[in-house]
């Protein structure tokens, strides 16, 4: 899923070409790399709708098992499946990149963010979330082990 106001917000800062897109932790503005990492970890919706099922967001890789087993209401509202499945791939991504050694942001020109690993291989956080929030499947926390083992 592409987030057109990053993808506006990187081209006011010289993030518009694939040579300029971002990647955290790289040779771009850290500061800037920062921002979006923030911006990507808020998941809002996903924060709530887990919080109102009681289960609470540490950006641990214990919490993604704890949101595999959460019972899939949001799949009732076909309107809100997919920005939770957004904010669940977000959150994923989150987790990665705070707890697997060397993961980054990449964000690609049109807004697209993805995770880099330090092998170079890219995982499509948000692809992942979606077909989470949509099927159950893959679980996010076999993403994550799949991501930490790489």
């Not at 690993?117 to 159950?136: K, P």
Request: glycine fraction near 12%; hydrophobic fraction near 40%; charged fraction near 25%.
């Amino acid at each position: 899923m592409n987030i057109p106001f990053l993808d506006n917000w990187l081209k006011r800062h010289g993030g518009e070409h694939e040579e300029n897109a971002l990647t955290a932790g790289s040779e771009n503005d850290p500061e800037r790399a920062a921002a979006v990492a923030e911006l990507l970890s808020e998941c809002e919706l996903l924060r709530v709708r887990a919080g109102q099922a009681g289960l609470e967001l540490d950006d641990s890789p214990a919490s993604l098992g704890a949101l595999d087993q959460l019972p899939p209401r949001w799949r009732d509202d076909p309107e809100e499946l997919p920005w939770l499945g957004n904010d669940a791939g977000l959150y994923l991504g989150t987790v990665i990149v705070r707890t697997v050694p060397g993961a980054t942001w990449h964000i690609w020109p049109g807004g697209h963010p993805v995770v880099r690993l330090v092998s170079g291989r890219e995982i499509g956080v948000v692809e992942a979330g979606l077909d989470w929030a949509g099927t159950g499947a893959p679980q996010l926390s076999q993403v994550y082990a799949e991501a930490a083992e790489a």
